[in-house]
T-cell receptor
């Protein structure tokens, strides 16, 4: 059963804590992405990785960190430096097919800061 | 600047009616345009994907059109159902070395019984 899984579905964090969101895919995709979704806004790119052991900052990387030690996994850490982390976080993966590159999304993690 | 604009922001229709959602973009160099459906609290699911040379693509009751000259796309939903209530997101892909995805803010559709 192929797809992208994210865990946990809901996450609560106290101010000052770091938390890590999990993203796993068994689609054999090289590229993986993390997005943040806030009400009334389009998805905003946090980090992306085109290949194992390499990743690039997106548009809103401040206060976040990632790692890509395995092709299947791309965890996102929300650090205490992220001042407004309450949001819906989406992980995606893709494989480049000229003209038809398509992203597949996970079910999301809703992070709430208490 | 690469941008994707969607209209309307929200829409309410009665079950069984048709509706059309709009997407205008200024993205270059254009690779493809996709429409996603996102249920509340879930990840987006792809409905259609169109390249430069395609001007229409259907997926059941969903039909997307693309006019690459005017840089406009529409998503037409026929005979709406309650389960169509969701946000619909237009995403345009650009390629310049690597792929870049530009997301619209979505149209929130509510179908009433």
């Amino acid at each position: 059963d192929g797809g992208i899984t994210q865990s946990p579905k809901y996450l609560f964090r106290k101010e000052g804590q770091n938390v890590t969101l999990s993203c796993e895919q068994n689609l054999n995709h090289d590229a993986m992405y993390w997005y943040r979704q806030d009400p009334g806004q389009g998805l905003r790119l946090i980090y992306y990785s085109q290949i194992v052991n390499d990743f690039q900052k997106g548009d809103i990387a401040e206060g976040y960190s990632v790692s890509r030690e395995k092709k299947e996994s791309f965890p996102l850490t929300v650090t205490s430096a992220q001042k407004n982390p309450t949001a819906f976080y989406l992980c995606a993966s893709s494989i480049p097919r000229p003209g038809y590159n398509e992203q597949f999304f996970g079910p999301g993690t809703r992070l709430t800061v208490l | 600047k690469n941008q994707v604009e969607q209209s309307p922001q929200s829409l309410i229709i009665l079950e069984g009616k048709n509706c059309t959602l709009q997407c205008n973009y200024t993205v270059s160099p254009f690779s493809n345009l996709r429409w996603y459906k996102q249920d509340t609290g879930r990840g987006p699911v792809s409905l259609t994907i169109m390249t430069f040379s395609e001007n229409t693509k259907s997926n059941g009751r969903y039909t997307a059109t693309l006019d690459a000259d005017t840089k406009q796309s529409s998503l037409h939903i026929t005979a709406s159902q309650l389960s169509d209530s969701a946000s619909y997101i237009c995403v345009v892909s650009a390629i310049s070395g690597t792929y870049k995805y530009i997301f619209g803010t979505g149209t929130r559709l509510k179908v009433l019984a």
